[in-house]
């Protein structure tokens, strides 16, 4: 489903336009990318958690060369569902 998809059937399940809609995703969509960007993390019960997760460093291979490089440590956007939601989508 694309945001373009997600307006429509919002905008039909709530009788709100289009343009309310896609504004209200775009803004909610916003704040937790700056959310995230600040080190916060955003909870939303029964839904999931979305936080900066810390990746250690590693080493890989460039396989087409033939050599190894070193990845370093960072931090990555990452996303945790809710128990109620993992366990409802293992059940179908």
Known sequence: MTKADMVNE???RT???KAEIKTIIEEFLQLIKE???????IQLRGFGTFFRKKK??????NISKG???DI????APAYKASKEFASAVKAQ
């Open 10 to 12: 919002i905008a039909n």
């Open 15 to 17: 009788g709100l336009s």
């Open 35 to 41: 959310s995230i960007l600040a080190g916060m993390s």
């Open 56 to 61: 250690a460093s590693k080493k890989a291979r």
């Open 67 to 69: 050599t190894t490089i």
């Open 72 to 75: 370093p440590a960072h931090e």
